[in-house]
């Protein structure tokens, strides 16, 4: 049974998110965009009524979260009232205090993703280290845990591109993961190099081994970002897919490799991305989509730097390094541990089947970034 201390914090918590969140303000803003939909005119522009449509829905969802919060709060002390005038059970009461705690953290957690792209779905992309066969199958383990991960959070995950392992596993990847709420905001925690240690199931003497696989996750933009892609550095090429699809894949050169030279608007020195993709066997959908995760490259970089540049600034601040090794996944003592945050957890099985929230909000929480301007 819950304590009278515990379901004050769940009140106030609940009201500090009321003041948080600017309720009040949420409320008259949800109305005057409503108010810009009902426009004679508004579909007009389809693309501009499209974006409006967006804000209106993202507003809306700040509101029912809220409601969905106040709601349960306020369950919660009913029951909590009526267990000592005899009228529920324990058990009910603690079923409400769970609840409402749950979507607390959840909207806690969600007005820490204040930068403009948080909201947005992401491009993930997995590569494997030195060490062959091993790294390869730790690439492929990864995969299968985001994926996992994706699944439970009501994302729609694309392979755009996949390269087999020469043995097992796989060599890289790059899906899209989309349809969610806060795919990127989510996952930025994800991105750096992730370590294993195991008994290697490849090794004839049973050794431990030590394996390596590098996360990267960008924003994956859309119609409503602006994105520069100057044409007279991009070519591309095409070529025969091969995989899931057999013979039938293999006959026309659906697959496309787009090349751009990337000029750091710092230094100058200049970099060649490249970007393949055989998500289907149509070429045009195909440059289509290599197209967008080229702006979302490119959108990503400029990001990074503004996030430098802010780093520079608020220099009291822990660094965060976008390439460094930032967790171990330990099978044989039954441990994963994040190396920025030292949050840790002995459920091995659960966090490869994609149960990684606790990294996700530990990191969220140890940095923060402020909304912008």
Same mark, same amino acid.
């Given at each position: 049974?819950?304590?009278?201390?515990?379901?004050?914090?769940?009140?106030?918590?609940?009201?500090?998110?009321?003041?948080?969140?600017?309720?009040?303000?949420?409320?008259?803003?949800?109305?005057?965009?409503?108010?810009?939909?009902?426009?004679?005119?508004?579909?007009?522009?389809?693309?501009?009524?499209?974006?409006?449509?967006?804000?209106?829905?993202?507003?809306?969802?700040?509101?029912?979260g809220y409601k969905e919060v106040r709601d349960a709060a306020d369950e919660?002390?009913?029951?909590?009232?009526?267990?000592?005038?005899?009228?529920?059970?324990?058990?009910?009461?603690?079923?409400?205090?769970?609840?409402?705690?749950?979507?607390?953290?959840?909207?806690?957690?969600?007005?820490?993703?204040?930068?403009?792209?948080?909201?947005?779905?992401?491009?993930?992309?997995?590569?494997?280290?030195?060490?062959?066969?091993?790294?390869?199958?730790?690439?492929?383990?990864?995969?299968?845990?985001?994926?996992?991960?994706?699944?439970?959070?009501?994302?729609?995950?694309?392979?755009?591109?996949?390269?087999?392992?020469?043995?097992?596993?796989?060599?890289?990847?790059?899906?899209?993961?989309?349809?969610?709420?806060?795919?990127?905001?989510?996952?930025?925690? $994800?991105?750096?190099?992730?370590? /294993?240690?195991?008994?290697?199931?490849?090794? +004839?003497?049973? #050794? %431990? &081994?030590?394996?390596? =696989?590098?996360?990267?996750?960008?924003?994956?933009?859309?119609?409503?970002?602006?994105?520069?892609?100057?044409?007279?550095?991009?070519?591309?090429?095409?070529?025969?897919?091969?995989?899931?699809?057999?013979?039938?894949?293999?006959?026309?050169?659906?697959?496309?490799?787009?090349?751009?030279?990337?000029?750091?608007?710092?230094?100058?020195?200049?970099?060649?991305?490249?970007?393949?993709?055989?998500?289907?066997?149509?070429?045009?959908?195909?440059? $289509?989509?290599?197209?967008?995760? /080229?702006?979302?490259?490119?959108?990503?970089? +400029?990001?990074? #730097? %503004? &996030?430098?540049?802010? =780093?520079?600034?608020?220099?009291?601040?822990?660094?965060?390094?976008?390439?460094?090794?930032?967790?171990?996944?330990?099978?044989?003592?039954?441990?994963?541990?994040?190396?920025?945050?030292?949050?840790?957890?002995?459920?091995?099985?659960?966090?490869?089947?994609?149960?990684?929230?606790?990294?996700?909000?530990?990191?969220?929480?140890?940095?923060?970034?402020?909304?912008?301007?």
């Amino acid at each position: 049974m819950i304590t009278s201390d515990q379901l004050k914090d769940v009140m106030e918590r609940a009201d500090a998110l009321f003041r948080y969140l600017d309720i009040d303000r949420k409320k008259v803003e949800f109305e005057e965009e409503q108010l810009r939909t009902q426009a004679p005119d508004f579909w007009e522009d389809p693309k501009r009524a499209q974006a409006q449509m967006k804000k209106v829905k993202d507003i809306e969802k700040w509101l029912k979260g809220y409601k969905e919060v106040r709601d349960a709060a306020d369950e919660l002390q009913l029951a909590f009232d009526f267990y000592h005038d005899e009228m529920v059970s324990e058990e009910e009461v603690d079923a409400d205090y769970a609840k409402a705690v749950k979507l607390i953290e959840e909207l806690e957690l969600k007005n820490m993703l204040r930068q403009k792209e948080d909201p947005m779905d992401c491009v993930m992309k997995i590569n494997s280290g030195a060490g062959g066969t091993e790294s390869q199958d730790w690439a492929q383990m990864l995969m299968r845990m985001y994926m996992r991960w994706a699944e439970a959070h009501g994302h729609k995950v694309t392979v755009s591109n996949l390269q087999d392992g020469d043995e097992a596993g796989i060599k890289s990847v790059t899906m899209e993961i989309e349809g969610g709420e806060y795919a990127y905001g989510y996952l930025k925690s $994800e991105n750096g190099v992730h370590r /294993l240690v195991r008994v290697s199931p490849f090794n +004839a003497q049973g #050794k %431990r &081994m030590t394996s390596f =696989a590098s996360v990267f996750v960008s924003p994956l933009v859309d119609d409503t970002i602006e994105v520069y892609v100057d044409p007279s550095k991009l070519s591309w090429d095409t070529f025969r897919s091969s995989g899931a699809g057999g013979q039938n894949v293999n006959k026309v050169e659906s697959g496309v490799r787009l090349r751009y030279w990337y000029t750091d608007p710092d230094t100058g020195e200049e970099e060649e991305i490249l970007i393949e993709n055989t998500e289907t066997r149509d070429q045009p959908k195909n440059k $289509e989509k290599a197209l967008l995760l /080229l702006k979302s490259q490119l959108y990503d970089r +400029a990001m990074k #730097k %503004r &996030m430098e540049a802010q =780093a520079k600034i608020e220099a009291g601040k822990k660094k965060i390094e976008w390439g460094s090794q930032i967790r171990s996944y330990v099978f044989d003592d039954r441990r994963v541990k994040d190396h920025r945050t030292n949050y840790q957890t002995t459920d091995v099985d659960g966090v490869m089947d994609g149960k990684i929230d606790g990294f996700i909000k530990a990191y969220l929480m140890e940095f923060p970034v402020v909304e912008e301007d």
